[in-house]
């Protein structure tokens, strides 16, 4: 059964910095792509960045806010996010999710429970 765990969320001040991490167990096939995504209050789920497999190139994309300011990274099942600089708007539920790809070429995809961050002066 895979598993997400995710851990580092918080309640912190603006300015701040987090450092979120996944750990990813249980899956039988190769972890494709991995990512974080954020639910903020009243809000739909939205990409915060996403990175491919290293074997693959390991290309990243960010989302809008997270540019300059977030940064994702990966060491084989454990997936990162470092935010600094976090402002009131990151303020949300953040959830790690993960692609894999069978060696039939069947993907399929999994999320975490989710991580609570809040910033707040």
């Known amino acids: 059964q895979v598993q997400l765990v995710e851990s580092g969320g918080g309640l912190v001040q603006p300015g701040s910095s987090l450092r979120l991490s996944c750990r990813v167990t249980?899956?039988?096939?190769?972890?494709?792509?991995m990512g974080w995504h954020r639910e903020a209050p009243g809000k739909q789920r939205e990409l915060v960045a996403r990175?491919?497999?290293?074997?693959?190139?390991?290309s990243i994309e960010y989302g809008p806010s997270a540019k300059g300011r977030f940064t994702i990274s990966r060491d084989k099942n454990i997936l990162s996010l470092q935010m600094d600089n976090l402002e009131p708007e990151d303020t949300g539920v953040y959830y790690c999710?993960?692609?894999?790809?069978?060696?039939?070429?069947?993907?399929?995809?999994?999320w975490g429970q989710g991580t609570q961050v809040t910033v707040s002066s």
């Open positions: 999710h993960i692609t894999t790809r069978s060696p039939a070429g069947i993907f399929d995809d999994y």
């Open positions: 249980g899956s039988r096939f190769s972890i494709n792509e």
């Open positions: 990175i491919a497999r290293i074997s693959s190139g390991g």
